[in-house]
């Protein structure tokens, strides 16, 4: 149980275009969700949190204009890379906290050329 | 707020050997630590985690100590396995499974 899906696992898209991410908990219902950005050989780092009918929480940061976050839903939240540029290429990941723990998808490879 | 530091960066053990990684953290009201295994390419997945009314926890070849007054906690594989190689990274957080903080990662590389 508890699995967390994402999708594209990896997308390539040109600078100054719009990229939509999804992120699904696929056999239980998360009102919290989380986008972590992630570069290489690097930790992960939190952009912000999702929660369910609300707004999204950033951190410190992060433009929240730039990623959009929308969870529309108990189990799909989206992030949106506004007017992409080579910077934005990194590893995204969403999580949800489900039974006190919390489960990480699978990951979102974005390359902004 | 709450900083973790993760020890060492990259470990390399001979196969069957032990493996022990060491986090330390900053705020004394974090109450869960979780340790994730990322492989690559792929999303960390959760291993093994403790939370701050217990001292040590044990699943098979791995265990989790934690030492609440040095604000500190180490994670260690026994019988170490080449599919053990992978990245791991420890976690602390004041909010239960929310807003974690990561430490940097350790690169553990089991040799056969």
């Not at chain 2, 009314?53 to 265990?63: H, L, M, P, T, W």
């Not at chain 2, 420890?90 to 990662?105: D, E, P, R």
């Amino acid at each position: 149980g508890a699995v967390v899906s994402q999708h594209p696992s990896w997308v390539i898209c040109k600078s100054g275009t719009s990229v939509k991410i999804e992120c699904r908990s696929l056999d239980f219902q998360a009102t919290t969700m989380f986008w972590y950005r992630q570069f290489p050989k690097q930790s992960l780092m939190l952009m912000a949190t999702s929660n369910e009918g609300s707004k999204a929480t950033y951190e410190q940061g992060v433009e929240k204009d730039k990623f959009l976050i929308n969870h529309a839903s108990l189990t799909l939240s989206t992030l949106t890379v506004t007017s992409a540029h080579p910077e934005d290429s990194s590893f995204y990941i969403c999580s949800a906290a489900f039974a006190y723990e919390q489960y990480f998808g699978p990951g979102t490879r974005l390359t902004v050329t | 707020g709450e900083n973790v530091e993760q020890h060492p960066s990259t470990l390399s053990v001979q196969e069957g050997d032990s493996a022990v990684i060491k986090c330390t953290y900053s705020d004394s009201a974090s109450n869960y630590f979780p340790w994730y295994k990322q492989e690559l390419g792929k999303g960390p997945q959760l291993i093994i985690d403790i939370r701050s009314n217990v001292g040590e926890k044990k699943d098979q070849r791995i265990a989790v100590t934690l030492n609440k007054t040095a604000k500190h906690f180490s994670l260690h594989i026994t019988e170490t396995q080449p599919e053990d190689s992978a990245v791991y990274f420890c976690a602390a957080s004041i909010q239960g499974a929310q807003k974690l903080v990561f430490g940097q990662g350790t690169r553990l590389t089991i040799n056969p």
